[in-house]
């Protein structure tokens, strides 16, 4: 099969490294050029735009920055949309807004295309490891022909329903995140100050009814001081202001959710919106 895929950053390189393991055509495309580079070595086929993208695959796949660069690389005047060929499956794995997600995939119906919402979880460690949870959002039948795609990329693949659901489930899984991050790094700043050792008192926490994915898996970084970037702040930061509008068009109040990015606000005005969203332990650090 022709595989498109767009946008080769920290979470696609790793994706759409998956696709070209499997021994699919692989066509990437990426802003920057060179960030593709180690997948054309490995033997995808650089192409110069998202149009010759469309002309070219029968599937592709876009992960990137936010609603408004998916809204151009879908709906522009050359984009997926009006080039792709017919029957062609798009999925959309970016986090975005629900209601993009619709405009999608109406607009792709109009061109006899199928668009799914395909948002993903499980940061760096999943894409590496094709154990990502995907949450689909579109028609069934198009769900059901792409899904050993999917699977070559995540472990838990879940149909959620009509165009849009697979944003919505999304914006649940940022706003399960925003609390669980606080809780990991007033955690460990409680047990510095505290006079405790951190890797043991992990060893202690993670065992038990406070055991999550921040703390076995951001803690240790913390500990370690790295804050590179699994998932960026900034895209964090974009993901819970969609969570906040949507909630607020719902009229279902979050008032611990509107405080987590609060603190994440704080920690972009430090100008630490380009590490990982563990650097949320700065804020603490005395």
């Given at each position: 099969?022709k595989?498109g895929?767009i946008?080769?950053?920290v979470?696609?390189q790793?994706?759409a490294?998956?696709l070209l393991?499997?021994?699919?055509?692989l066509y990437?495309?990426?802003?920057?050029?060179?960030?593709a580079d180690r997948?054309?070595?490995?033997?995808?086929i650089?192409?110069d735009d998202v149009k010759?993208?469309?002309?070219t695959?029968?599937?592709?796949?876009t992960?990137i920055?936010v609603p408004?660069?998916?809204?151009?690389v879908?709906?522009?005047?050359?984009g997926?949309?009006?080039h792709?060929?017919?029957h062609?499956i798009?999925?959309?794995?970016?986090?975005?807004?629900?209601?993009?997600?619709?405009?999608?995939y109406e607009?792709?119906?109009a061109?006899?295309l199928?668009c799914?919402?395909?948002?993903?979880?499980?940061g760096?460690?999943?894409?590496?490891?094709?154990?990502l949870?995907i949450?689909v959002g579109g028609?069934k039948?198009a769900y059901d022909?792409?899904l050993p795609?999917?699977?070559?990329m995540?472990q838990t693949i879940?149909?959620?329903g009509?165009?849009?659901?697979g944003?919505?489930?999304?914006?649940?899984n940022?706003?399960?995140?925003?609390?669980?991050?606080?809780?990991?790094v007033?955690?460990?700043?409680?047990?510095?100050g505290a006079?405790?050792?951190?890797e043991?008192?992990?060893k202690a926490?993670?065992s038990?009814?406070?055991?999550?994915?921040?703390?076995?898996?951001?803690?240790p970084?913390?500990?370690?001081?790295d804050?590179?970037?699994g998932?960026?702040?900034?895209h964090?930061?974009?993901d819970?202001?969609i969570?906040?509008?949507e909630?607020?068009?719902m009229n279902v109040?979050?008032p611990g959710?509107e405080?987590?990015?609060s603190l994440?606000?704080?920690?972009q005005k430090?100008?630490l919106e380009?590490?990982?969203?563990?650097a949320l332990y700065?804020?603490?650090?005395k």
């Amino acid at each position: 099969m022709k595989i498109g895929f767009i946008g080769i950053g920290v979470m696609g390189q790793a994706m759409a490294g998956h696709l070209l393991k499997a021994g699919h055509d692989l066509y990437v495309y990426n802003r920057t050029k060179s960030k593709a580079d180690r997948l054309v070595e490995a033997g995808a086929i650089w192409c110069d735009d998202v149009k010759s993208i469309a002309t070219t695959c029968d599937l592709i796949f876009t992960i990137i920055g936010v609603p408004a660069d998916v809204e151009s690389v879908y709906l522009g005047e050359d984009g997926l949309v009006n080039h792709a060929k017919a029957h062609s499956i798009l999925v959309d794995m970016t986090t975005s807004t629900p209601d993009l997600a619709k405009r999608i995939y109406e607009a792709g119906q109009a061109k006899g295309l199928q668009c799914l919402d395909a948002p993903v979880t499980g940061g760096d460690v999943g894409a590496k490891n094709g154990t990502l949870t995907i949450m689909v959002g579109g028609d069934k039948e198009a769900y059901d022909e792409i899904l050993p795609i999917l699977e070559l990329m995540g472990q838990t693949i879940v149909y959620m329903g009509s165009a849009g659901s697979g944003q919505h489930t999304k914006m649940a899984n940022q706003i399960a995140i925003a609390g669980a991050a606080i809780g990991m790094v007033e955690a460990l700043a409680y047990s510095k100050g505290a006079g405790l050792d951190l890797e043991t008192v992990l060893k202690a926490v993670t065992s038990g009814s406070a055991a999550s994915w921040q703390l076995s898996n951001m803690a240790p970084r913390i500990i370690k001081d790295d804050f590179n970037p699994g998932f960026f702040i900034k895209h964090f930061i974009k993901d819970m202001r969609i969570a906040c509008s949507e909630s607020k068009a719902m009229n279902v109040d979050l008032p611990g959710l509107e405080l987590v990015l609060s603190l994440y606000e704080e920690c972009q005005k430090r100008e630490l919106e380009n590490c990982g969203t563990q650097a949320l332990y700065k804020l603490y650090e005395k």
